[in-house]
């Protein structure tokens, strides 16, 4: 039976109920943590060869990868990738660990010395970035670290709420935008071709309007169908706007989260762009490790067949989250949440207003969790409802267990709040 059809003393007995299940947690000396989507240790270990396996050869594609230069990254590494991403290989760098890195620097490049389109700083007017949300939450932080001020937009099942990304394009301010295009994180959802050719064409009134695409989950299904992202480069260049979407992803969560390659794919013009300005910063990147990658991977067929290993040790975890909130949720109406297709993440979103105090009650448990309102510009989910669940790295006793405490923490705040209205 849902909350809303309890009596007030079917209430006090499910509050009571739940408190002691509260309590006995508390005594359980708990130390769990489902915070971020961090590949767990038997992922890593399919990657080891990478560790102990020598290079064939330290020329490769003609360069010597132990010394300088090849800002571009070695074009063995590029044409495995350029294949997954759908961007053509001399239009796609390969750098060093993190493409987050990569966002930064593309902001950090426009805001000091503008665009291919505006040679004004984007530091020398206001600058506003409109976030789908839930969202990335270190996508949000890049913003507010460099000033830049968050819109928040809804993620809906296809994509952003495009009604609203067109009213607020309409302010020159708005200089772009985020978005996790395919397994979006957290939501899971992944944006559809239509959506993505109505951003291509989108009127901006910034002519340098650039979509940070930020494609992390691209290789990352969770059933044996592979969706492929939207083509939005290409989109975009036979719309009339080429530079407008610079399109990140990396290998964290394919090989080693630690010691991967990260991957920038723009137009010819943002790619001479953003050269430009690493030439000042560095002298190249880390082209052993690109080595071992190409290497260890051979081929865009191999990264796949790496990704399906990947799949074997994540769904048993995604099926033990949607069984618990399934169990122990379904029947009480306070909580939806995802089924992704694929990525990293669960979405929960349980009754408004409790999601701070189901994080607070799970931390006074012992089980960790993404601080509530995480998932949205500022930390402010205005609803205050929203969870990140993060089910990849712990072993799946563990994340039983932290599940189980979740959703006695859920309980308990839906019950408290029920009978404080």
């Given at each position: 039976?849902?909350?809303?059809?309890?009596?007030?003393?079917?209430?006090?007995?499910?509050?009571?109920?739940?408190?002691?299940?509260?309590?006995?947690?508390?005594?359980?000396?708990?130390?769990?943590?489902i915070?971020?989507?961090?590949?767990?240790?038997?992922?890593l270990?399919?990657?080891?060869?990478?560790?102990?396996?020598?290079?064939?050869?330290?020329?490769?594609?003609?360069?010597?990868?132990r010394?300088?230069?090849g800002?571009?990254?070695?074009?063995?590494?590029?044409?495995?990738?350029?294949?997954?991403?759908?961007?053509?290989?001399d239009?796609?760098?390969a750098?060093?660990?993190?493409?987050?890195?990569?966002?930064?620097?593309?902001?950090?490049f426009?805001?000091?010395?503008?665009?291919?389109?505006?040679?004004?700083?984007?530091?020398?007017?206001?600058?506003?970035?409109?976030?789908?949300?839930p969202?990335?939450?270190r996508?949000?932080?890049?913003?507010?670290?460099?000033?830049?001020?968050?819109?928040t937009?809804?993620?809906?099942?296809?994509?952003?709420?495009?009604?609203?990304?067109?009213?607020?394009?309409?302010?020159?301010?708005?200089?772009?935008?985020?978005?996790v295009?395919?397994?979006?994180?957290?939501?899971?959802?992944?944006v559809?071709?239509?959506?993505?050719?109505e951003?291509?064409?989108?009127?901006a009134a910034a002519?340098?309007?650039?979509?940070?695409?930020?494609?992390?989950?691209?290789v990352?299904?969770?059933?044996?169908?592979?969706v492929?992202?939207?083509?939005?480069?290409?989109?975009?260049?036979?719309?009339?706007?080429p530079?407008?979407a610079l399109?990140?992803?990396?290998?964290?969560?394919?090989?080693?989260?630690?010691?991967?390659?990260?991957?920038?794919?723009?137009?010819?013009?943002?790619i001479?762009?953003?050269?430009?300005?690493?030439?000042?910063?560095?002298?190249?990147?880390?082209?052993?490790?690109?080595a071992?990658?190409?290497?260890?991977?051979?081929?865009?067929?191999?990264?796949?067949?790496?990704?399906?290993?990947?799949?074997?040790?994540?769904?048993?975890?995604?099926?033990?989250?949607?069984?618990?909130?399934?169990?122990?949720?379904?029947?009480?109406g306070?909580?939806?949440?995802?089924?992704?297709?694929?990525?990293?993440?669960?979405n929960?979103d349980?009754?408004?207003?409790?999601?701070?105090?189901?994080?607070?009650?799970?931390?006074?448990?012992?089980?960790?969790?993404?601080?509530?309102?995480?998932?949205?510009p500022?930390?402010?989910?205005?609803?205050?409802?929203?969870?990140r669940?993060?089910?990849?790295?712990?072993?799946?006793?563990?994340?039983?267990?932290?599940?189980?405490?979740?959703?006695t923490?859920v309980?308990?705040?839906a019950?408290?709040?029920?009978?404080?209205?």
């Amino acid at each position: 039976m849902t909350l809303d059809s309890l009596s007030r003393d079917q209430l006090e007995s499910l509050l009571a109920e739940q408190q002691q299940a509260y309590a006995e947690l508390q005594q359980a000396d708990l130390s769990l943590d489902i915070t971020r989507g961090k590949p767990s240790a038997a992922q890593l270990d399919l990657s080891n060869d990478l560790l102990t396996a020598p290079l064939q050869d330290t020329k490769v594609d003609g360069v010597d990868v132990r010394n300088y230069g090849g800002g571009t990254g070695l074009p063995a590494l590029r044409s495995i990738f350029a294949e997954l991403l759908n961007i053509p290989v001399d239009q796609l760098i390969a750098a060093n660990n993190a493409s987050l890195s990569m966002m930064h620097d593309s902001l950090v490049f426009a805001l000091l010395h503008g665009t291919p389109e505006e040679a004004k700083p984007w530091k020398d007017g206001p600058v506003k970035f409109l976030c789908p949300a839930p969202g990335y939450d270190r996508h949000f932080a890049i913003c507010e670290h460099l000033g830049i001020e968050m819109i928040t937009i809804d993620m809906l099942e296809d994509g952003p709420d495009m009604v609203a990304v067109r009213e607020h394009v309409a302010d020159p301010a708005v200089k772009g935008m985020w978005l996790v295009p395919t397994y979006s994180n957290p939501t899971g959802a992944v944006v559809s071709d239509a959506v993505a050719a109505e951003l291509a064409a989108l009127q901006a009134a910034a002519p340098d309007f650039r979509i940070m695409w930020d494609n992390a989950y691209a290789v990352h299904d969770l059933t044996d169908e592979h969706v492929k992202s939207a083509d939005i480069l290409g989109l975009c260049a036979s719309s009339g706007n080429p530079n407008r979407a610079l399109v990140f992803a990396s290998t964290s969560k394919v090989t080693l989260a630690g010691a991967g390659v990260s991957f920038l794919g723009g137009s010819p013009e943002n790619i001479a762009w953003y050269l430009s300005h690493t030439a000042i910063r560095t002298i190249g990147p880390d082209k052993v490790n690109q080595a071992r990658h190409a290497q260890f991977l051979g081929s865009a067929q191999g990264v796949l067949d790496l990704m399906a290993r990947h799949r074997e040790v994540l769904v048993p975890k995604f099926e033990t989250v949607q069984r618990i909130l399934s169990e122990r949720l379904g029947d009480h109406g306070v909580a939806t949440w995802t089924s992704p297709k694929g990525g990293y993440f669960v979405n929960l979103d349980v009754v408004d207003g409790t999601a701070s105090r189901v994080v607070q009650l799970a931390k006074e448990a012992g089980i960790a969790l993404t601080p509530a309102g995480a998932s949205f510009p500022y930390g402010r989910d205005p609803r205050d409802r929203n969870i990140r669940i993060a089910p990849s790295f712990p072993p799946l006793e563990e994340l039983t267990r932290a599940m189980e405490g979740l959703a006695t923490c859920v309980l308990l705040a839906a019950a408290e709040k029920a009978l404080a209205a």
